[in-house]
């Protein structure tokens, strides 16, 4: 069974940073994308970043792009997520995903499997 597991949100101030971890567990696919999702109170699930197995390709969401950092350690299973500048409406659970392909996706419909979620909480 796969498992993700987020850690590394927490609450901060405006212009503060975080580094989101996730972990993935059980995947017999020896090549997959990540990517992270956020979704905040009443709004639909978005894309945030996303970054291919050989990571020479990542891809962010506009209202990311220049603060936040995608990277993975395929040696520790593991992808990350540096949030720089945070605002607060950068406040949401974060998700991260995975997909049975090596290759970037910026759609939830794309990915196989999620992990459930750290909350960011950015106050001004």
């Known amino acids: 069974q796969v498992q993700l597991v987020e850690s590394g949100g927490g609450l901060v101030q405006a212009g503060d940073s975080l580094r989101l971890s996730c972990t993935i567990s059980g995947l017999t696919s020896n090549r997959y994308a990540m990517g992270w999702f956020r979704q905040a109170p009443g709004k639909e699930r978005e894309f945030v970043a996303t970054i291919a197995w050989s990571s020479d390709r990542t891809y962010y969401a506009d209202s990311v792009k220049g603060r936040f950092l995608i990277s993975r350690d395929n040696t520790k299973n593991t992808v990350y997520l540096q949030m720089n500048s945070l605002k607060p409406e950068d406040t949401a659970v974060y998700y991260c995903?995975?997909?049975?392909?090596?290759?970037?996706?910026?759609?939830?419909?794309?990915?196989?499997?999620w992990g459930q979620g750290t909350q960011v909480t950015v106050s001004s």
């Open positions: 995903a995975y997909r049975r392909s090596p290759l970037t996706a910026t759609t939830l419909s794309a990915y196989n499997g």
